[in-house]
C-alpha cells in the first residue's frame, strides 16, 4: 500500500483505475452514495460477503471522532454545553456521507485480495 492516490481518489485497489463510487451528483444532495458492484477497468468485486463492510463503521466511528475533536476543543471555551452538542450534532450531519465513503474506500484498500 505505497501509492495512495487510489484511495484518494477511491478508484479500485487493483488497477486504480475503476470509480469505487457513482460520481454523479453533488456534495449537497442528502442521499447515501452509490457504491458499484464491480470495477468497470478489471471487473474486480468490491462487496465479497454479507458483512464485508461490517468492519467500515470502526473506521467510520474513528472518522467521526477525529472530526468532532477538534470541534469540541476549539468551541468548548466559548459556546454552553447544549450548544455544544447541537453544533456536534451538525458536523456530524455534513460529514456523515463523506465518512460513508471514505470508510468504505478505506475498508476495501486494507483488505483486497
Known sequence: MSNFKPILSGTCPICGKGKIF???GSLLHLKAPKMYERCSECNYRFD???????GAMYISYGLAVAELLPVFLLFSWFLPLGWMFALML???ILTMFFNFRAS????IHIFHE
Do not use: C, D, Q, S
Request: aromatic share 24%; hydrophobic share 45%.
Open 22 to 24: 457513482e460520481t454523479k
Open 48 to 54: 465479497k460477503e454479507p458483512g464485508y463492510f461490517f
Open 90 to 92: 451538525v458536523v456530524l
Open 104 to 107: 468504505r474506500v478505506l475498508w
